[in-house]
């Protein structure tokens, strides 16, 4: 496209202020290569399973974004999957049994790797006059990928509540509980803008100012870090500012709230909150006070503190009758910190921390055992 305009009067004007002249161009907002990325992904990529990586708590990634796997190509049962999804292909989620059988057996079928949300798959076949056809189908998620994470708990619910699980699984659920996996979110995040008052801002700002600062659940104050306090609506309704009915909560807190999937909190904001709160309980509760709470008070305690990504392995822990863990525990040489662990057993020495890196190198150096969440649960509870 050509435009013919005259500038003439913006020059003059420019060289009355003798303002020298800059080269520009119109062009259209481009996408970083990790947006591109993400569109493409939110549609599906057919890949083949040696592309897929594993990341230490035995998720599967692809160019380090979560991702879940699906075999497309329903071949001559596409009709009948179509009819009743139970028969469609389960979708997977982690480094499950069958994949590995899959990989070891070198079958070579085609996956296709998503992010998107929707829990609607893109599946083809061939229908029983041999027509190619295509569908859109809810298929089931894998029961030996939810094994694996023992996610909700999985491996120790009945078949009844196993059954609850796979049928109200919700994909948008599952990333947010593992989002401190990584650094780039799936897709364009969905916000609670909606239905907002005009003056909500400032509403929220004064009423976590009158909390001075402090997140209302946790305790912790995020004086230093204001955007991790969030205003919750406790009746859920988004315009019913009344006192009563909001509440200050940090980030972490806030994510973990019923219905509330749709905050994605990174890895570092929920280690500097388990920092946070290891301080504040260090300097609120006493050695002799904490005997006195009740057991199953503190495994408590331990879910709803940690970050969502290790509850599979909590609830293992809890259940095989582990002694409870420390949660988000700065790991000290001297007086600095060089290391945070998810959990922590100190006087035993035994670590979970998220990602293995060089500071548990130096850890395991220092005396302690470290472990993945992922080798945690294999080397504990296979
Ligand atoms: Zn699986
Ligand atoms: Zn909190
Ligand atoms: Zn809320």
């Given at each position: 496209m050509h435009f013919d305009v005259d500038f003439s009067e913006l020059k003059n004007l420019a060289d009355k202020i003798s303002a020298s002249e800059s080269k520009w161009t119109l062009r259209q907002k481009e996408l970083s290569p990790v947006e591109r990325f993400k569109i493409e992904l939110a549609e599906g990529i057919e890949l083949n399973l040696s592309d897929v990586a594993v990341n230490d708590s035995g998720l599967l990634t692809f160019k380090d974004l979560q991702v879940i796997l699906y075999i497309p190509d329903h071949g001559v049962s596409l009709e009948k999957a179509l009819k009743v999804p139970k028969f469609g292909k389960k979708f997977h989620i982690a480094d499950c049994k069958t994949l590995r059988e899959m990989r070891l057996k070198r079958r070579y079928e085609r996956y296709v790797a998503t992010?998107?949300?929707?829990?609607n798959f893109k599946i083809y076949g061939t229908d029983d006059f041999g027509q190619k056809k295509e569908g859109i189908l809810r298929l089931k998620v894998c029961q030996n990928c939810l094994e694996s994470l023992n996610y909700k708990n999985f491996r120790n619910l009945q078949y009844i509540q196993k059954k609850r699980v796979v049928d109200g699984f919700d994909i948008h659920e599952f990333f947010s509980k593992y989002?401190?996996?990584?650094?780039y979110l799936p897709q364009k995040q969905e916000t609670e803008?909606?239905?907002?008052?005009?003056?909500w801002d400032q509403i929220s700002y004064d009423y976590r100012q009158s909390k001075n600062w402090?997140?209302?659940?946790?305790?912790?104050?995020?004086k230093d870090n204001k955007q991790l306090l969030h205003t919750h609506h406790i009746n859920g309704v988004?315009?019913?500012?009344?006192k009563e009915n909001l509440k200050a909560l940090c980030i972490d807190c806030h994510s973990k709230?019923?219905?509330?999937?749709?905050i994605f909190v990174l890895r570092k904001y929920r280690q500097l909150i388990a920092s946070l709160r290891s301080k504040l309980k260090k300097s609120r509760i006493r050695e002799q006070d904490k005997r006195l709470l009740n057991e199953s008070f503190q495994w408590n305690d331990v879910v709803d503190m940690a970050d969502p990504a290790v509850c599979g392995l909590i609830e293992m822990c809890r259940f095989h009758k582990h002694p409870v863990p420390e949660v988000g525990v700065d790991i000290f040489h001297g007086n600095s910190v060089y290391a945070q662990a998810e959990l922590a057993w100190p006087d035993k020495k035994i670590a979970v921390v998220l990602l293995k890196d060089n500071h548990s190198d130096l850890m395991v150096k220092r005396g302690w055992k470290v472990y993945s969440v992922k080798e945690a649960m294999e080397y504990w509870f296979a």
């Open positions: 992010n998107d949300m929707t829990g989002s401190s996996y990584f650094e803008s909606f239905g907002y008052d005009d003056k402090e997140c209302e659940k946790c305790g912790i104050s995020l988004k315009h019913d500012n009344a709230e019923p219905g509330h999937n749709y």
